[in-house]
């Protein structure tokens, strides 16, 4: 499989994420969908579903769920030639948030058609990518020579072929034609999702995949250092939440990575936002202010319903924590409307207006933003030598 290959993957992955975003810009006042997603992606209204697709909604509908809310691959396994793949897909995306959902059949899809190319083309843009996550995630397993992503197998980068390795490196270059569809910063977010597999339930283990980037910087490390949390947020969320609120998130690096997904599991602002602001209080250093972004980029539609509220969600903390809330919620208010971002900092005075006005300037995935309270941890725990 070539390099050429595999940035069509990700080209496709993203195209309809571009287009939502390009439509919210012209847009005088857009509303958040409901089952939006962090890329500006909404779940589309789909054609009314065909007798055949409806009885594999209900027989979908009835399965047990795994951990994040996926379902077995045997059970796609078994259904693929019954029901063929459109009919799967048509189904899927009649299924509210099935972002998760599709992981599982985007890796039965690989597994039968065994070519990248083909297996994207079927999966499009289906369940937020969900299904072309998949996709990723089975290439990049049978790549590194895994046969299930389980808790007892982990890849390390030591073991990565070198010719594997440089694909993954060149997957999100300059000269990639997939920044023509998508912004670079999510680029490598997708590509931590498929790590999070390679690096199964060990989270050092599958943060330190993400040096893959090293020489792109820590931006692009810290994007891979959110795919790779999200993936273990779906996969492992019911299981963490056992040991506490917050894990794995203190005292692994990246943890604004981490928070960004984990508060927005465990917390409903609108009803525990003083008790998530207090959960972020009680921690210390990067741990603190990573959580603080996560409380605002969970409470976003706090603010995107009622700009003035920003008051209210980013309170607490000194400065650096207000400035990593505020770009939580603002990174995810600039998909949809920018003017948000305007109105939310007329609720301050000077010092914190300028404090606001200053944090207004993020993009979700955008690459221009001070990396340095995102990655301090990371520097001491992923890179001690140096």
């Excluded at 609108?270 to 990573?290: F, H, I, K, V, Y």
């Excluded at 924590?321 to 003017?339: A, Q």
Aim: glycine share 8%; aromatic share 10%.
């Amino acid at each position: 499989m070539n390099i050429r290959a595999v940035q069509i993957v990700i080209s496709v992955i993203f195209l309809a994420a571009l287009l939502s975003l390009l439509s919210s810009e012209i847009q005088k006042s857009p509303v958040i969908p409901a089952n939006a997603d962090e890329s500006g992606m909404a779940r589309t209204q789909p054609a009314a579903l065909t007798e055949k697709q409806r009885r594999f909604g209900a027989l979908l509908k009835v399965q047990p769920k795994e951990s994040g809310g996926s379902v077995a691959l045997n059970f796609y396994r078994e259904n693929y030639d019954v029901y063929g793949p459109q009919d799967i897909i048509a189904a899927l995306n009649d299924t509210p948030f099935c972002h998760a959902l599709g992981h599982n059949f985007g890796r039965v899809v690989y597994e039968r058609t065994r070519d990248l190319a083909e297996a994207t083309m079927i999966c499009g843009p289906s369940c937020s990518n969900g299904c072309t996550h998949g996709v990723l995630m089975q290439m990049f397993m049978e790549k590194s020579g895994q046969t299930a992503a389980s808790s007892e197998e982990h890849v390390k980068l030591e073991d990565l072929s070198s010719g594997f390795t440089q694909e993954i490196q060149g997957l999100c270059k300059e000269n990639s034609p997939i920044l023509l569809y998508t912004p670079i910063g999510n680029c490598y977010h997708a590509v931590g999702h498929a790590l999070a597999i390679l690096g199964g339930a060990k989270v050092r283990e599958s943060l330190d995949l993400c040096k893959l980037f090293e020489e792109r910087g820590w931006g692009a490390m810290y994007y891979c250092a959110t795919g790779v949390y999200m993936e273990r947020d779906i996969q492992h969320a019911e299981s963490d939440a056992k040991v506490s609120k917050i894990y794995p998130c203190a005292n692994n690096p990246f943890p604004a990575a981490c928070f960004r997904y984990k508060l927005r599991s465990v917390f409903n602002f609108r009803t525990q936002l003083e008790e998530a602001q207090n959960t972020c209080l009680a921690l210390t250093g990067s741990d603190r202010s990573g959580c603080f972004h996560g409380l605002g980029f969970g409470a976003y539609r706090i603010v995107y319903q009622d700009p003035i509220k920003i008051n209210e969600v980013c309170k607490s903390g000194d400065d650096l924590d207000k400035r990593l809330c505020m770009e939580g919620v603002f990174g995810f208010t600039n998909i949809y409307d920018r003017k948000i971002a305007a109105r939310a900092c007329e609720a301050y005075t000077a010092g914190s207006r300028e404090l606001c006005e200053k944090a207004a300037m993020v993009s979700n995935f955008g690459m221009e933003r001070d990396f340095e309270p995102y990655v301090e941890s990371a520097k001491k725990l992923l890179f001690p030598e140096k």
